[in-house]
């Protein structure tokens, strides 16, 4: 690949379709086979090195630091996760079916994006690995997705999955809104960007515990569905009922956590976040 005149070489340590044993997304769980093969690459290049990691794993940052210390310039992740997408209730089969049979396979694509987010954020935050460059990917359809990627520390992003489904124009739809979207925050180059909501993500009891964050409801925009009431009653802290006449919810703030269910079920928007008010 070297004399073919690649400009980077990336190692997969993650795909989950392999069959054999010590291949695919098993050498990405093992530190001891991620650092061999990467030494083993190392040896017959000068290039740069990306090892693209599983997420089909507890802890990221171990077999990634065991890359890098073994020669690997930077990071890829995260490759697809291990899934079984369905099962065919009248042939009992899941999909893709082959002949009758299928297998477990790798997912991608949007509902990985928030794993992608996390694993990132834990290969950033780990001492031995905050000055590796990540190469980011899973889930990245927008300019949106790409900038909170970088904003947790990625220098680089990878897109597959959306250029399948829209084709390769979504790139240059990706590059406009990243372009006016640094224009509107004030930032000159996108290397502002990276790593700016690393900050901002802390460990649970670090978290302020003696505020609450209530809802608050425009009536204005409510057409009375009924939802937060019922999703509050059976899922949350029973804190919002309805008037009568209206069928529009009240607040019963004696009762409210914060939890916010009611802001995420409701289908017009009337519900969103209120203060932040200090409790007890």
Request: charged share 20%.
């Amino acid at each position: 690949m070297t004399e073919a005149g690649a400009d980077i070489l990336e190692c997969n340590f993650s795909c989950p379709h392999m069959a054999g044993d010590g291949l695919g997304s098993d050498v990405g769980q093992n530190p001891e086979l991620v650092a061999k093969y990467t030494k083993a690459v190392r040896k017959g290049t000068h290039l740069p090195i990306l090892a693209k990691m599983t997420p089909n794993i507890g802890n990221m940052e171990i077999p990634a630091y065991a890359a890098v210390e073994a020669g690997a310039t930077g990071i890829a992740a995260i490759n697809t996760i291990k899934s079984i997408m369905n099962i065919n209730l009248k042939t009992y089969c899941s999909g893709p079916d082959v002949d009758g049979k299928s297998s477990v396979g790798g997912y991608s694509g949007k509902a990985v994006k928030p794993i992608a987010l996390r694993f990132i954020h834990d290969m950033k935050t780990y001492d031995k690995l905050s000055n590796t460059p990540i190469s980011g990917m899973g889930g990245i359809e927008t300019w949106r997705d790409a900038a909170e990627f970088i904003a947790l520390g990625c220098e680089n992003l990878q897109i597959t999955t959306a250029v399948m489904q829209y084709g390769y124009r979504i790139i240059d739809d990706l590059i406009d809104g990243m372009k006016l979207y640094l224009s509107s925050q004030g930032f000159h180059e996108i290397k502002e960007l990276v790593g700016k909501g690393l900050p901002k993500i802390v460990p649970a009891d670090k978290l302020d515990r003696d505020s609450i964050f209530y809802p608050k409801f425009h009536r204005e925009k409510c057409i009375g569905c009924g939802r937060c009431y019922i999703s509050c009653f059976d899922g949350g802290h029973q804190a919002i009922i309805v008037e009568k006449d209206t069928g529009k919810p009240i607040l019963q703030a004696n009762k409210c956590v914060g939890c916010h269910l009611c802001v995420s079920v409701c289908p017009v928007s009337a519900i969103l976040p209120g203060k932040r008010m200090q409790i007890g």
